[in-house]
């Protein structure tokens, strides 16, 4: 496959934030090996990725200790009434996940990570930066890249321009595909073309090639820096060179100041087993799900529990042995060809589209690819990722399904149905102690979130993770989160633990703090179709205020349904740090025990909340209906936005 000549250059070029083209080039392999076991929870000896457990170390001892200090002493937001110290000194550990589902997902995320920014002055701010991990997945991974390789820039500036300038931030008036518009002159052949040039030095350096590629390149060209208004048509680098692992390079992370970003994607062995399958997903939920951190490339589910550094990514092994030793690779980890395979989605649009439309535009699009003479062996509708997981074992007497394969077929992270990336923030061996689950799907007809991504991350918990990772118990069905009014408020799932805050030890979950897209104050603002693939600059601004006030607004009191709960600052302290109490050997104070009242969801209440949300205590769910014509279910998000895709290139070709 890499049988064509390539530019063979120095690993020391990695210090550079830019790698020189969009190709990938080889290099020698090191003389360790590249591909190493996890380990795993059972045996005791699962690992992080050696450069993440120092980062995390570092931040334990030198940046948390004051911040969570600072955030617990905050008195404005409510006291808890623990010893601080005794908190601080038992680490609590957080993490965020944000969500699939195309640019609203993005926006949404945005908004509510503005809420918990502390240089926004929220009730909720500083959990941004307490948070240790932040995911995302899909739309939610083109948020969480760019905030991470902008080191961590204001969320406001970041997505609407510095100064509301209307200038920089987010290219979103552009349109992914058709950024000129689709009447009159348009330079949107120009804008492809300028992609297409890229994809073509990956391709003539022999790496496999596909829509993703090109599907990055449009990302770049919204979510990074190096594109701005007046060179958006221009031929400027636009990041064509930008690495993931340059999130590595930023000041905050320098300085142990910001989560570890992961994003969150899944895979299948083959086109075969996708159309065979008959899950109500498009890739089985057994599927192996990768992860892509600055550090590494790799999973931690039983099915493969192996990784390789990042820089390493594309380079073929086969049971962990490179072919050759001049035949490593670097430069594989383009940014955008990473948020591109995160939300991957072709492969499912080809599943829900059959029809003969589809096929013409596919076709023509694929033209556009073949025209770059991919490689022999690419394949066209997913990422393709030279295995280097080829002929490999997991331990424990598991298989890899893809261990087969010489490309690994990696698509849109939801595409197992789970669309919060929580896989991650599941593994024993980070501990994580308390998750807010940022849920931007399109499960409902209005285009809101319903439990489908939870139960989606609970049945491949319990069926395929073998007590690798664990999950608190939810509501069996969506129609029980929508009944017992869990889709319209925040929620935290997994309140007792039986063990003592010991989130290593098997059998131990996180708190889910669940906070799901509803219509709440701002019926529409938030609920925009994922079709929609380019947004103005006042429904940008609208969407993240109303994301931002839902983060603040709790459960409201039936009395003023659209006034924020006034304790939900301080019960999110409590939610936060309730592990670490529990190490701490202390009890939950009058005032949590409260909050973990109002807010823990059991079998013990579910049948209370679904009464009082028939009564209608609650905040009553409405907006505007979004196009759902082309819906089928579990699908729904990743066809509709792959219909706006295909409407776009349509007009475009
Ligand atoms: C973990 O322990 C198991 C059982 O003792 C062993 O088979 C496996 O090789 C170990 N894995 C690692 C990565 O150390
Ligand atoms: C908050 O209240 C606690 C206990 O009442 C007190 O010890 C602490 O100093 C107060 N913090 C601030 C910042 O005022
Ligand atoms: C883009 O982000 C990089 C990485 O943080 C930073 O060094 C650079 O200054 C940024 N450029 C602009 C124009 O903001
Ligand atoms: C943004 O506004 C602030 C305050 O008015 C000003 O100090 C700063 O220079 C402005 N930044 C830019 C890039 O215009
Ligand atoms: C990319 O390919 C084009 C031809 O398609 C070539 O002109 C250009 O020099 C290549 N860029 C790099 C950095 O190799
Ligand atoms: C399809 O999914 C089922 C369970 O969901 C699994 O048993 C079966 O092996 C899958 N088929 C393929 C071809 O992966
Ligand atoms: C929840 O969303 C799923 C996925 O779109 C849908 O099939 C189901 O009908 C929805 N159920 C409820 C109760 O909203
Ligand atoms: C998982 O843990 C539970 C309880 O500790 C145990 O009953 C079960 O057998 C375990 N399952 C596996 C696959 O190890
Ligand atoms: C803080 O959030 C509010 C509400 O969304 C927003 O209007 C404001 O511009 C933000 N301020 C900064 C400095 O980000
Ligand atoms: C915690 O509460 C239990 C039951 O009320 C009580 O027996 C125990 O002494 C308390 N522990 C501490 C440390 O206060
Ligand atoms: C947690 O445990 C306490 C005491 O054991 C109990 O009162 C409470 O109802 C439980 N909460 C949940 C959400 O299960
Ligand atoms: C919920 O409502 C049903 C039907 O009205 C009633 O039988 C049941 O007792 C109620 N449960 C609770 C906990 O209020």
Known sequence: MLSQAVLVISAATLAAAQWPSYAPALVSCPSDSILERTGNPISGNQTLFGAEASYIQNRRTNVLPNLWQQYLQDNATGSTGYDVMQIVQNT??????????????SLYGAGVLSALDNRNSSTAGGLLQLANYLTGLSGGSWTVSSLALNDLQPVYELVAGINNSRSGGWMLDKSLITPDGLLGISQNGDYIDALSADVSNKSSAGFPISITDLWGRALAYHFFNQTTPSNFYEAAPH??????????????????????????????????????????????????????????????????????PIEYLGTQLSNGQPLNSSACVNGFENAGFMIGTSASLFNAVQESFSGAAFGSIISRLLQKITDLNPPAGSVPLVAN?????????????????????????????????SNVPLYPLLVKARAVDAVFAVDGSADTSETYANGTSLIATSDKVAMYMHNYTDFPPIPATQADFVAQGLSTRPTFFGCNSTTGGNQSAIGAYPLIIYLPNSAGAHPGATNYSTFKLDYSYDEVVGFLDAAHEYTLRGFPNASSPNEPDQQWPLCLKCAVVDRARARAGMNRTAACEACMNRYCW????????????????????SGKPSSGALKTPALSYMALAGAGLVGGVALLL
């Open 92 to 105: 609590p550990n957080l993490g965020i996940a944000v969500s699939g589902g195309g640019l609203r997902a």
């Open 239 to 308: 990041d064509e060179g930008l690495l993931f692992s340059s999130i590595r390079l930023t000041q905050n992370f320098q300085a142990g100041a910001m989560p570890v970003p992961i994003l969150v994607t899944t895979s299948r062995q083959s086109e075969q087993q996708q159309l065979t399958n008959d899950s109500t997903s498009v890739i089985p939920l057994q599927n192996t799900a990768f992860e892509i951190s600055p550090f590494a490339f790799g999973s931690f589910d039983p099915s493969l529990s192996a990784r390789i």
């Open 602 to 621: 059991s079998d013990a209440v579910a049948e209370t909340l679904a009464n009082s949300t028939a009564n209608g205590d609650q905040a009553s769910s």
């Open 385 to 417: 990722y030279p295995n280097s997981f080829g002929n490999f074992t997991p331990e424990g007497g598991y298989t890899f399904e893809s261990s087969g394969n010489e490309i690994l077929q990696i698509t849109d992270g939801g595409e197992d149905g």
